[in-house]
């Protein structure tokens, strides 16, 4: 009976490997992963072909402006390490929470957009297909760092 267990763990969390790989194979350019998350997300949340062209055109926009804060905070984040004074981290810090408000702002605005687009429903879904699109990534490549081997088999 511990035998058919075992081979039952081992095949779904093969699955679950196959899966991930599915989403977003390794080394991808950054066109490549944008497309697989538009056909992931458009998939999930049941976009049609003209609501996904349309709205993917806001999403990545967005996303390309987000991305230049996210730079900006990690070029603060590592000049930070050099042992600032009290009054330079202080700089620094309001500097990256500004960034971040910024983002916030930006898909608040960006949500308003959507809207015209399609539904709240459907734009919860995009939500909700995103994360689970990063969650699969991060999953695989964590898998992938660990020979895809089962966490408890050490």
């Keep these: ?90 700089e620094t810090l309001t500097k990256i929470y500004l960034l971040r408000k910024e983002n916030a702002e930006l898909e608040l605005e960006y949500y308003k957009k959507y809207k015209d687009i399609i539904s709240n429903q459907k734009i919860y879904d995009v939500m909700k297909a995103e994360a689970k699109f990063h969650r699969e990534i991060i999953r695989g490549m964590h898998q992938r760092g660990r020979g895809g081997k089962n966490r408890n088999s050490n």
């Design 1 to 90: 009976m511990k035998k058919y267990i075992a081979c039952f763990i081992i095949v779904l969390s093969s699955f679950t490997v196959l899966k991930a790989n599915a989403v977003c194979p390794q080394r991808l350019s950054p066109q490549e992963f944008n497309k697989k998350q538009q056909e992931y997300i458009t998939e999930q949340a049941g976009l049609t072909t003209v609501e996904s062209s349309a709205f993917f055109k806001l999403f990545f926009e967005l996303q390309s402006k987000k991305r230049e804060n996210g730079k900006e905070i990690n070029r603060l984040m590592k000049s930070a390490k050099n042992g600032l004074t009290e009054k330079e981290y202080d």
